[in-house]
Nanobody, 123 residues
Framework: QVQLVESGGGLVQPGGSLRLSCAAS????????IGWFRQAPGKEREGVSC????????YYADSVKGRFTISRDNAKNSVYLQMNSLKPEDTAVYYC????????????????WGQGTQVTVSS
């Protein structure tokens, strides 16, 4: 049974950092793309970052480029999102997800979602 479990969210002041983790079970994520998405209240779910399963290429939304870094640890079957220089507009529930392919999905293509972890950036 495919399962994705996020952790690492919390409350942080503007300019602070958090590291989100996404632990996968039921499949080996080496060959699959894993994306991070977020959804703020009243807004649509949007893609934040993704790492492919083919060659480990990484992608970032313009709003987080230079501040967020996605990485993967195949030995731990996990993907991470290091978030630095956080802004209030980064406040959202963050989800990791996969479509079960090697290529980064858009939300409508996702087959498996984690339960989400809340990130709140506020002073």
């Amino acid at each position: 049974q495919v399962q994705l479990v996020e952790s690492g969210g919390g409350l942080v002041q503007p300019g602070g950092s958090l590291r989100l983790s996404c632990a996968a079970s039921g499949f080996t994520l080496d060959y699959y793309a894993i994306g991070w998405f977020r959804q703020a209240p009243g807004k649509e779910r949007e893609g934040v970052s993704c790492i492919t399963g083919s060659d480990g290429s990484t992608y970032y939304a313009d709003s987080v480029k230079g501040r967020f870094t996605i990485s993967r640890d195949n030995a731990k079957n996990s993907v991470y999102l290091q978030m630095n220089s956080l802004k209030p507009e980064d406040t959202a529930v963050y989800y990791c997800a996969t479509s079960g392919s090697a290529y980064c999905p858009v939300p409508r293509e996702v087959d498996y979602w984690g339960q989400g972890t809340q990130v709140t950036v506020s002073s």
